[in-house]
C-alpha cells in the first residue's frame, strides 16, 4: 500500500471540479487534516500497522464534499446529502482502496463513513476505534482552525454557507450549554444560530476529543480562549457568564486529558 500515492490522488481528483473559493477551502482543509492525524499519530500509542490506513482515511474522508458543493451549493447534509458516506461511495467506485488488504479497506471506509456521527457504534475493535478516532480528532482540530481563519480574515461575512446560513445575530441555545457543561454531545438539531455553531466546538473539547495528543494540541493553539474572547465579543452581556463558565469547563477537561488521558 503507498500512502504517498494518496495525496496525488486526493489533489487529481479535487482538480476535476470547478475551481472556487469553497473547493480550495476543502482541499486545504483535507491537507491540514491529514497533518493533524501524522501528529496525533507520532505522539500517541497508535498501533504501527495502522498508520497507513490511518493516513490514507484522512485523505480520503471528505472526498464526498466535491460533488455535494457542485450539486446542492451547500456543505449542511441536512440541506443535502450526507457527506461522509457520499465519501464512501466516492472511494468505492473508483476503486481507490483495491491495492488494501480487506481489513485495511473495512476500517478506511468505516473511519469515512463515521467520521461526521454524532456518537460511534459501541462495539468497535481496538484498531477499529484507534483509526476512526484518529480521522474524527483531526478533523475537529482542522474544524478549529477554519473556523479561527474565517473570523480573523473577516471572511465569515460574505460566506454564511461556512455557518450552515444559521442566523449570526441569534442568542445561544440552552441546549448546548447544557450539553458542554455535562461532557454529552451536542445534537445536532438544536444548533439553531451561528453562536451555537462556535459553541459546539467548545463541546468537543469537553470528551468529544479521543486522543490525549489532539487535547494537547487544542490546548497548544489556544482553541478555548480564542471561541471564549470571540463569543462574548458577538453576544450581548447577559451570555457572557454561561460562555465563561462552559469554557471554563471544556479548558480544564481538555487539561485533565492532555496530561492524564482521562
Ligand atoms: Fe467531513
Known amino acids: 500500500m503507498n500512502v504517498e500515492a494518496f495525496s496525488h490522488l486526493f489533489h487529481s481528483y479535487a482538480a476535476t471540479f470547478p475551481q472556487s473559493d469553497m473547493i480550495r477551502l476543502k482541499i486545504a ?14 505522539s500517541s500509542a497508535f498501533p504501527n500497522v495502522w498508520k497507513g490506513a490511518g ?19 451547500t456543505f449542511s447534509d441536512s440541506k443535502s446529502i450526507n457527506h461522509a458516506l457520499l465519501s464512501c461511495s466516492e472511494i468505492l467506485q473508483n476503486d481507490w482502496l483495491e491495492a488494501c488488504s480487506p481489513d485495511c479497506r473495512d476500517v ?60 449570526f445575530t441569534a442568542p445561544l441555545s ?42 494537547a494540541l487544542t490546548l497548544e ?9 470571540y463569543l462574548c465579543s458577538i453576544l450581548p452581556k447577559r451570555e457572557h457568564e454561561t460562555v465563561k463558565r462552559c469554557c471554563a469547563i471544556a479548558e480544564a477537561a481538555l487539561v485533565r486529558k492532555a496530561n492524564h488521558g482521562a
Open 108 to 167: 478506511i471506509l468505516k473511519a469515512v463513513a463515521y467520521h461526521n456521527l454524532k456518537t460511534l457504534p459501541p462495539d468497535l475493535d481496538a484498531h477499529e476505534a484507534a483509526v476512526i478516532n484518529l480521522v474524527r480528532d483531526a478533523d475537529k482540530l482542522d474544524i478549529f482552525t477554519l473556523l479561527e481563519q474565517a473570523v480573523t480574515s473577516g471572511y465569515l461575512a460574505e460566506h454564511p454557507e461556512v455557518y450552515w446560513g444559521l442566523p
Open 221 to 229: 493553539r489556544k482553541c478555548i480562549p480564542f471561541r471564549c474572547d
Open 29 to 42: 482543509h483535507t491537507g491540514r487534516v491529514v497533518e493533524n492525524a501524522r501528529r496525533i499519530m507520532q
Open 55 to 73: 493516513e490514507i482515511a484522512a485523505w480520503l474522508h471528505d472526498v464526498g464534499r466535491f460533488k455535494q458543493f457542485c450539486k446542492y451549493q
Open 174 to 215: 440552552q441546549k448546548v450549554a447544557q450539553a458542554i457543561e455535562s461532557a454529552l454531545p451536542v445534537d445536532y438539531k438544536d444548533i439553531q444560530s451561528f453562536a451555537d455553531f462556535v459553541f459546539i466546538q467548545v463541546a468537543w473539547c469537553n470528551g468529544g476529543l479521543y486522543f490525549p495528543a489532539s487535547c
